[in-house]
């Protein structure tokens, strides 16, 4: 059961990666193209499943006993989700000057989510690697 677990793990860390892309995906969309329900789904839906993947995807790895490092990896996505909402209250309170530059941070720290979620990716995929001698 515990490695049907690990597995699940390694699985979860795969699509927390992907829902990752596809929100790139759907930012791109309501920027370059002219699908107004692409902020929406970017924002809300997408949103929502990049912050609460990698929540189930940590009571997974812990069952299946994942080294306590990477759990606190998967855990630093849905961390860096808050600060991504947290780095638009500039844009959303009309701020100006340099105050609502901290906005475009928010580009930044998806850049590094997309990071967080390939090095988890890498790394879950290593415990599936047979041990060499």
Do not use: C
């Amino acid at each position: 059961m515990r490695s049907t677990a690990r597995r699940a793990f390694v699985i979860g860390a795969s699509l927390v990666a992907a829902s990752v892309a596809v929100q790139f995906l759907l930012a791109g969309l309501g920027i370059f193209y002219d699908w107004k329900d692409s902020f929406y789904w970017h924002a809300n839906i997408n949103g929502a499943i990049v912050f609460f993947l990698p929540l189930l995807t940590i009571l997974a790895g812990w069952y299946g006993r994942v080294p306590g490092r990477l759990l606190w990896l998967t855990a630093a996505i849905p961390g860096l989700v808050i600060v991504q909402s947290l780095l638009l209250f500039p844009y959303h309170l009309h701020a100006t000057g340099v105050v609502r530059a901290i906005s475009g941070l928010h580009v930044v720290n998806a850049l590094f989510i997309f990071w967080v979620a390939i090095q988890l990716v890498d790394r879950a995929r290593a415990l599936e690697a047979p041990a060499q001698a």
